[in-house]
């Protein structure tokens, strides 16, 4: 019933920046988020995590974007952002959000799964 989905992805010039948002939607009853991420897949890569941001506020990033890319959330919203400066053609990848729920107190655990947001840096 829960979904997320991605948008703010797109074609942008090197030294641009864009923002990603990755917004919660459905029957979120009983559900917490324990954290959420975000991870890419380039071409013929592995998908990486590059950002994530757990329930009490703490972050951690990939040591190759923490000095450029910065994830926030809107509670109000059910929205995670990815705000990405200076990108460089190496972030060209398809951006996808992440996010680890609990279910009730059950101590059930899911993992749910956007389907995506194409990023190409054209340099």
């Known amino acids: 019933q829960v979904k997320l989905v991605e948008s703010g992805g797109g074609l942008v010039q090197a030294g641009g920046s864009l923002r990603l948002s990755c917004a919660a939607s459905?029957?979120?009853?009983?559900?917490?988020?324990?954290?959420m991420g975000w991870y890419r897949q380039a071409s013929e890569k592995q998908r990486e995590l590059v950002a994530i941001?757990?329930?009490?506020?703490?972050?951690g990033y990939s040591d190759s974007v923490k000095s450029r890319f910065t994830i926030s959330g809107d509670n109000a919203k059910r929205t995670v952002y990815l705000q990405m400066n200076s990108l460089s053609p190496e972030h060209t990848a398809v951006y996808y959000c992440c996010a680890d729920l609990q279910i009730g107190a059950t101590l059930a655990r899911k993992t749910l799964w956007g389907q995506g947001t194409q990023v190409t840096v054209s340099s």
């Open positions: 941001l757990s329930r009490d506020g703490t972050t």
């Open positions: 459905g029957n979120m009853f009983g559900f917490s988020f324990l954290a």
